[in-house]
């Protein structure tokens, strides 16, 4: 079983996991609440060390929550993420070099925007779920290499991910359906620069999106943003 801390002296509230292969539920409430925001880089939510899954639901009180995870760490979120508050959302971060999953047969409810600034979001949702049902979709924070910033599908992973967001990839992100099939009815926007571009790809499923498909050039000699796979508008 995981070890969980509890740091309550920090910039914020955080919930840290650490140990080797474990499986977090009922030793501590249900739900992380974090009453203020914490530092990019250490994180509201805090996978260390090993691959740990928080059974439980995360209430996000505070307008934006971090979630780190350490390379080569796995940390997966099966319940529900919500905010407290009627039609309020709070801002997702994604930072650490490891993967996030979000899996479970229940959509998350939090409608703020979701950031992929570091490592991997895997999204996993089975069935008709929904990983991420509001706000927009942030994939890469243009800091480091080409495709460092990347959201994946899971294996399991229903058609219906990401609802009908905005999805925004920068230079070093990379959208990836890994062989999934998702319906995404609204604008998908790639940076191109120079030496790097927003990449897409899709394996052997299809991405279907019947919203505006945008190339925002940056300054100087651009890199071709590059869709691999099938694009069906």
Not at 14 to 24: C, P, R
Not at 76 to 82: A, D, F, K, N, R
Not at 118 to 145: C, H, M, T
Not at 186 to 204: Q, R
């Amino acid at each position: 079983v995981a070890t969980v801390t509890m740091d309550l002296n920090g910039p914020g509230e955080t919930l840290t996991l650490n140990g080797g292969t474990g499986i977090v539920n009922e030793a501590l409430p249900a739900t992380f609440n974090n009453g203020f925001q914490g530092a990019i880089g250490s994180g509201n939510l805090r996978n260390l060390a090993g691959d740990n899954s928080w059974l439980g639901g995360i209430l996000i009180n505070n307008t934006t929550t971090n979630f780190f995870v350490a390379d080569t760490t796995t940390l997966t979120l099966p319940g529900v993420i919500y905010r407290n508050v009627a039609d309020q959302g709070a801002n997702f971060i994604k930072v650490g070099l490891g993967t996030l999953e979000l899996s479970g047969t229940a959509s998350n409810t939090n409608r703020g925007n979701v950031f992929v600034n570091q490592g991997i979001l895997r999204l996993n949702k089975q069935g008709a779920a929904q990983a991420i049902s509001g706000g927009e979709v942030f994939v890469g924070d243009n800091v480091g290499p080409d495709d460092s910033d990347r959201l994946i599908y899971g294996t399991t992973a229903g058609t219906d991910q990401i609802n009908n967001q905005v999805v925004r990839i920068s230079r070093t992100g990379k959208f990836d359906l890994n062989g999934k099939n998702d319906t995404i009815n609204n604008s998908f926007v790639l940076d191109v620069g120079p030496g790097m571009s927003a990449d897409i790809a899709t394996g052997s499923g299809v991405l279907t999106n019947s919203g505006t498909l945008f190339a925002v050039g940056q300054a100087g000699a651009n890199t071709a943003a590059v869709i691999n796979g099938i694009y069906d508008l």
